[in-house]
């Protein structure tokens, strides 16, 4: 009797499922058992529309300056009262000031609960240019307190809606960047695969020249080149452009070695042969063959991205206030006595860690669920 008699119904099913499945139905299979890199897509996702909708998310405005309230600590959330529960509320918070350090301290005032309320009417902000608006995810009810979940800076503006803010455009900052490093790297790298010679040879010594040189110091050269008085808008395309130009080698190498193993493939030979121009050939039959790993690269650049922007504004080469981003947050963490009297000013640090982590364990997961020999 042979093995395939043997077979239950439920596993024929199952290969015959495998032999008819599209190239990204078995990409998702192969995915799916990545368990790192599906919690990564959701937590990405998640971070994505916080970032989108930060001015729904953000209880306030993160330009908000509140003088009494400086470097106030989290706040936190409570269920219940007394032994009794009463859903989510916070505890006030009352400023005083040590009488021998003169220190500014705050006291939690457990008298009052002050409960949580979603959809809260507050600041009012303007939705990308759209409309204008006060609805904002969660708040509470009393205009002498706030909640503040991770604390205030040194100006009492409120850190968790700043770190909403900042994600937006450190996030975006790391796509736009990647986008211009994705047309750069694609166009140079199928032009030095598919046509090989001096071609090939002039395009590679450009991308060794690029990558010999160091990449800090030389996003820091770019950078402090750009004026101070510039609008910070401006600014900002700039330092993706700078990102771009010296992140597109490394996609450029991945297409380049693909293209010099598959462009004397039979499918392409068949179509050289059928008349198609060389940029049919390229654009409609050997970038599509190679989509998995391109978007596996793109996926493993974007924590580059975000990590040059973040370090570069970290050292204020970057973007300036009054934009903000994580690495401009960042600033405030830069002395001991910040981190010691308030370290969740820390707390754009540990933003970027987990979202460059997610977009590497993402990209790891991509990779592995690409490759054709995998199981």
Known sequence: MTDTALETPKVRDHKEDLYTAKPWQLIWRRFSKHLLAVISLWFLVLLALTAIFADQVAPYDPFKVQRLRTLAPPTGIHLFHEGQFVGPFVYGLERERDLETARVIYETDTATPLPIQLFYQGDDYNFFG???????????????????????????????????????????????????????????????????????????????????????????GLAAALPIAWDPIFVYVLITLILALIGWTHLARVVRGQFMAIRNEDFVMAARLAGASEYRIITKHMLPSMTSYIIAALTLAVPEMILGETALSFLGLGLRPPVVSWGVLLQDAQNLRSISMAPWLLSPGLAVVLTVLAFNFLGDGLRDAADPYGQ
């Open 130 to 220: 759209l409309f204008k608006s006060n609805i904002h995810l969660f708040g509470v009810d009393d205009r002498r307190q706030q909640i503040n979940l991770l604390g205030t800076d040194d100006l009492g503006r409120d850190v968790f809606s700043r770190l909403m803010h900042g994600g937006r455009v450190t996030l975006s900052a790391g796509l736009v960047g990647v986008i211009f490093a994705f047309v750069l790297g694609l166009t140079l790298g199928s032009i030095s695969g598919y046509f090989g010679g001096w071609i090939d040879s002039s395009i590679q010594r450009l991308m060794e020249f690029i990558r010999s040189i160091p990449t800090i110091p030389l996003w820091m």
